[in-house]
């Protein structure tokens, strides 16, 4: 750790009451202590703290609020079965914050100190990690624009926070398949445009289309391309892998898809285990003629919040099709258990994905 690395921390002096395993759900309950990082043009980032988790004061005119120039990640931290804290890929997720800031005109943040602010930050918190089977911390890195202006232009002041969540079981009765909608009128994004970074605006604008698909008793919306509206994108907040005939097969990152720590590290598990992954344009009429002769086995989405998410069947064009036995499929089932063991230290880490933190 540099000089420029030094994080004061404050501890808080009224701990909270820490909610029941059983309760925990996703993103309810905070933890006692959050990191906050200024930035204004004439110091740069400065004055890195660990404080007492609090509310924040923003002048109205704060240009997060108009503009929505503001970024963030998602990641896990989990304590093993010998009771050390362990992240995965941090490192991935402070380069993709880089990316994200530097689309949105947000200055870069030392990838470094990013890492340690996350290392103290948890360590402070470390005894809000839930160890019941299948929970985690959700660690919630981001950056508002805080400038008090109305004109159109980077904001000249940000605070990148860390918050942190412990988060129950994804799964609380098991791993199972969703229904996933085609969503064929609203687009999430096109190439060129912001969808391969995580910016707030994104989730605003698919909210229309997750209502509509809540409404057809979908879980989710499987997002098409914004230009042909016949490439397969993403589905809902996760990437989306099909497992046709003997290979594996997932979108490009043509621009309009977020890339996926998750979707990286699955990439890499399957061409570990020797399965063929391509990366490549899928379109919606393939998957069709694929569920119709037979071969398309499995669907699953994946992303840090649910890992793997099996998809059971698609609406589309006022069908169901259901893939495969519209159970959760074999291969899926062991990229779950893999990853997640991988994740929590359950199982040996081939690729040095795990940092442990202390
Ligand atoms: C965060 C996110 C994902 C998944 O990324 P992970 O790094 O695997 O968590 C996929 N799609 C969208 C739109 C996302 O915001």
């Known amino acids: 750790m540099t000089q420029s690395h030094q994080i004061r921390i404050e501890r808080t002096t009224a701990p909270k009451l820490k909610p ?14 959050m990191f906050i990082l200024d930035y204004d043009s004439d110091k740069g980032w400065h004055d890195a703290r660990v404080v007492p988790y609090q509310p924040i004061t ?40 880089n990316r994200s800031n530097d689309r949105m005109s947000i200055p870069a943040i030392d990838e470094e100190l990013g890492i340690e602010a996350l290392r103290q930050l948890i360590t402070v918190d470390q005894d809000w990690i839930p160890d ?123 621009g309009g898809l977020l890339p996926g720590i998750t979707r990286d590290s699955v990439i890499h598990l399957l061409r570990h285990w020797g399965l063929e992954v391509e990366e490549r344009l899928v379109s919606i009429d393939e998957l069709v003629e694929a569920q119709k002769d037979g071969s398309l086995k499995e669907m699953f989405g994946t992303g840090t ?17 259901t893939i495969g036995e519209g ?13 997640t063991g991988i994740q929590t230290g359950r199982l040996e880490d081939p690729f040095g994905w795990r940092v442990a933190i202390e």
């Open 20 to 33: 029941k395993a059983s309760d925990l759900g996703f993103g309810k309950y905070f933890t006692d202590h």
């Open 58 to 97: 923003l002048d109205p005119a704060a240009k997060v609020f108009h503009y929505g120039q503001t970024i963030f990640e998602g990641l896990k931290a989990y304590r093993t079965q010998e009771g050390k804290i362990v992240m995965f890929r941090p490192d991935m997720n402070m380069k993709r914050l």
């Open 132 to 254: 019941a089977p299948e929970t985690s911390l959700y660690v919630r890195p981001f950056v508002i624009a805080t400038e008090a202006a109305l004109g159109v232009s980077p904001s000249q002041q940000y605070k990148f926070m860390i918050i942190l969540s412990p988060v129950g079981s994804y799964y609380a009765e098991g791993i199972k398949p969703v229904s996933i909608y085609v969503e064929s009128d609203y687009v999430r994004a096109v190439a060129g445009g912001v969808g391969h970074v995580k910016t707030a605006g994104n989730y605003a604008a698919g909210l229309k289309a997750q209502e509509g698909a809540t409404a057809q008793g979908c879980a989710q919306v499987l997002w098409l391309d914004g230009v042909h509206r016949k490439y397969v994108e993403e589905v809902g907040s996760m990437n989306v892998f099909f497992y046709i005939g003997d290979k594996v097969v997932t979108p490009a990152l043509t």
């Open 305 to 321: 919040a649910a890992v793997i998410s099996p998809v059971g069947s698609l609406f589309w064009n006022g069908e169901k099709l």
């Open 327 to 339: 159970t959760t499929g074999e291969l899926s089932a062991r990229v779950y258990e893999t990853m």
